[in-house]
């Protein structure tokens, strides 16, 4: 065995300085970050599958409501509803309430089927909206009727006028 002297000597003469400990923390901290950095790349790639994969879950979900209550309207269109704006008793992928709008626009029925989406605040650019568009055409159906009579009257008229004249001529 050597003893510390000898030791002391050894490093004279080889000019190699004896290790210390806060030499070898710069390499070590430079390992650990790496692995962190690697780990967290892994993770957030894990995490950002598995959101999508929820993502594509609720719109699927959506779907499957929004063309159950698509197909849920009278024979002119309109949608037959409990309310214009509700929660459904079925929750996203996040444990949010899915939520049902109508509204109107022109002849135009639309439903909006909504999930809050990853946030869980609806209104956000995370959203999960499916629409469907209904043509209500309940009194437009009456309207042609009526005009239509009084159309065909007029047609009628003008046609009798006519042959008169040629019988006249």
């Known amino acids: 065995m050597h003893n510390d002297q000898e030791i002391k000597n050894l490093d004279e003469e080889t000019n190699v300085e004896p290790l210390k400990e806060s030499s070898l923390m ?13 780990a967290g790349g892994v993770y957030l790639y894990r995490s950002g599958e598995e959101q999508r994969q929820l993502v ?11 063309d159950e ?3 849920n309207t009278t024979e002119g269109g309109t949608y037959i509803k409990k309310e214009n704006s509700y929660d459904l008793n079925e929750a996203d992928s996040w444990g ?5 709008n109508y509204s109107k626009g022109g002849f135009m ?3 909006k089927v909504t999930s809050a989406g990853p946030d869980g605040q609806r ?19 009456s309207g ?16 009798k006028e006519g042959m008169k004249d040629d019988d006249d001529g």
């Open 96 to 100: 949010n309430a899915i939520h049902v």
């Open 144 to 159: 042609v009727r009526d005009n239509i009579g009084e159309t065909i009257k007029n047609a009628t008229k003008g046609f």
């Open 109 to 111: 029925e639309i439903l």
């Open 56 to 66: 594509s879950k609720t719109q699927a979900q959506c779907v499957v409501v929004a």
């Open 26 to 38: 710069a390499p070590l901290l430079v390992i650990v970050a790496a692995v962190a950095v690697t």
């Open 69 to 71: 209550l698509d197909g």
């Open 123 to 141: 209104g956000s650019k995370d959203d999960i909206v499916i629409e469907r568009k209904s043509a209500n055409l309940s009194g437009v159906g």
